[in-house]
């Protein structure tokens, strides 16, 4: 296998190649940030009971578990920062060499870098959404009103009951729209870096094996082997900060 460094070299010359690059992420590139794998065993999501959307919409005492969930500090993602990763990403759409970003995360953090073409597949966590009038607020006031009452807040604009962070919910399907600009940008794009994501979660992991097979380049960065690795173009393993900081001091 080649070292680590070539390995980024020829990622480099491929981003410099390319007419479309675009990068899918997921978990992996927020643990650098302190933000944990929600879904990895001994998680915070194990300790608490699984709240269906389905149920979420029909029982108050569901909505007060959510709310209680939400309110946990683990579970809280607001103060989180974002690190070297985000950073590079940010830095090359506003060089014109990442054309977009679609991601799995809900933390917000590849916004808070300066990435503004951000697809995000399961939501938002730092906005809350009525269930009932569509109108979004932003997440922190609602969390922090939650603490300090332990009542469910009320929508500010409808006094509805049924706010829910803009995430995508358990038994929740994706938004269609979203769904259909993020398969867009897989069609595209030539080349596509897969950052930080087991690529387990469907139907997210077939954005870039649809790609891939449409003939576009396929890069994986992540810590642990995912299930792509095979039909990758390159597979480099570690930190996605440090191994996307290595990439862009070779485009420079
Ligand atoms: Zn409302």
Redesign the pocket.
């Given at each position: 296998m080649e070292s680590p460094s070539k390995q980024c070299e020829q990622v480099a010359r491929w981003m410099a190649e390319a007419r479309c690059t675009i990068a899918f992420t997921g978990a992996g590139i927020s643990t650098e940030s302190g933000i944990p794998d929600f879904r990895s065993p001994g998680g915070v999501w194990s300790r608490y009971r699984q709240i269906m959307y389905d149920e979420f919409m029909r029982d108050p005492a569901a909505r007060l578990e959510y709310w209680r969930q939400r309110s946990d500090p683990e579970m809280d993602m607001s103060a989180a920062q974002p690190n070297a990763g985000h950073h590079v990403l940010a830095q090359w759409e506003q060089a014109g060499r990442l054309q977009a970003l679609l991601t799995q995360n809900i933390d917000g953090l590849h916004q808070l870098a300066g990435s503004r073409r951000v697809v995000e597949l399961h939501g938002t966590a730092r906005r809350a959404k009525?269930q009932?009038?569509g109108?979004t607020f932003p997440a922190r006031p609602l969390i922090e009103a939650f603490r300090s009452t332990g009542c469910v807040p009320a929508?500010p604009?409808?006094a509805?009951d049924r706010?829910k962070l803009a995430t995508i919910s358990f038994g929740q399907p994706l938004d269609p729209d979203v769904l259909e600009e993020a398969f867009a940008w897989a069609r595209r794009t030539d080349l596509m870096l897969a950052i930080g994501s087991s690529l387990v979660v469907e139907p997210a992991a077939s954005l870039p094996r649809l790609a891939s097979q449409r003939g576009a380049r396929l890069v994986i960065i992540n810590r642990e082997p995912t299930r792509l690795d095979a039909a990758a173009d390159a597979v480099l393993h570690g930190s996605c900060g440090e191994l996307l900081t290595q990439i862009a001091r070779w485009l420079e």
């Open positions: 009525c009932d009038c109108s929508c604009a409808c509805r706010l």
